[in-house]
């Protein structure tokens, strides 16, 4: 089953402006990792947030985590073209022995 | 420094075949995983393999199966082949586990007929 769900599940903004992307997970966890993913490409990783951590920046990116709501945020700044692609969040749920879940995904398109 | 490589690229099969990929990970990493993405879905884990042995499975039947070797590279079997096995398929490395940032291969789109 797949414990993360982004949302929305498709976003489309002029290249310039910011754009967000929702997560909500399930199950207790011991991270939360967010992934790119360009058509047809292997997935990227971005950053990981540990449980214990409520906010985490690398470059353009900035990713929230509130465990009470179970839910994760990613925000891109500054947008380009090439930020164009699939965004993922993963979660790895403690205790859990089926590896990394990963939800459906957001399709993020940055207008030139 | 060589990433995760994946062989084949593509493949067609017909259903009820039997199919192998192949996966060699990034240097320096001894964990492999490998992951089933259908069209419009997110990736779904397979297992993950670590010195040699299954350590983790995810909801996948019987006939998926896997192997790692001493230099770490992994193979993905698939036996009696259904149309709903068509996906692309995804191998990650990682070093000890998934608690690490996984480094995917491009994958090797599989399509049966």
């Known amino acids: 089953s797949q414990q993360g769900e982004e949302d929305p599940q498709a976003l489309s903004i002029q290249e310039g402006e910011n754009a967000t992307m929702n997560c909500s997970y399930k199950t207790s966890i011991n991270n939360l990792q967010w992934y790119r993913q360009n058509s047809g490409r292997g997935l990227v990783h971005l950053i990981l947030?540990?449980?214990?951590?409520r906010e985490k920046h690398s470059g353009r990116l900035r990713v929230t985590l509130d465990t009470s709501k179970k839910s994760s945020s990613l925000l891109i700044t500054a947008s380009r073209a090439a930020d164009t692609a699939s965004y993922f969040c993963a979660t790895d749920a403690r205790g859990g022995a089926d590896g990394l879940t990963f939800g459906k995904g957001t399709h993020l398109i940055i207008q030139p | 420094d060589a990433g995760v490589t994946q062989s084949p690229t593509h493949l067609i099969k017909t259903r009820g075949q039997q199919v192998t990929l192949r996966c060699s990970p990034k240097s320096g990493h001894d964990t492999v995983s490998w992951y089933q993405q259908a069209l419009g879905q997110g990736p779904q884990f397979i297992f993950q393999y670590y010195e040699e042995e299954e350590r983790q499975r995810g909801n996948f039947p019987d006939r998926f199966s896997g192997h790692q070797f001493p230099n770490y590279s992994s193979e993905l079997n698939v036996n009696a082949l259904l149309l709903g096995d068509s996906a692309l398929y995804l191998c990650a490395s990682s070093l000890e586990g998934i608690r690490s940032p996984l480094h995917f291969g491009n994958g090797t789109r599989l399509t049966v007929t």
């Open positions: 947030i540990r449980s214990n951590e």
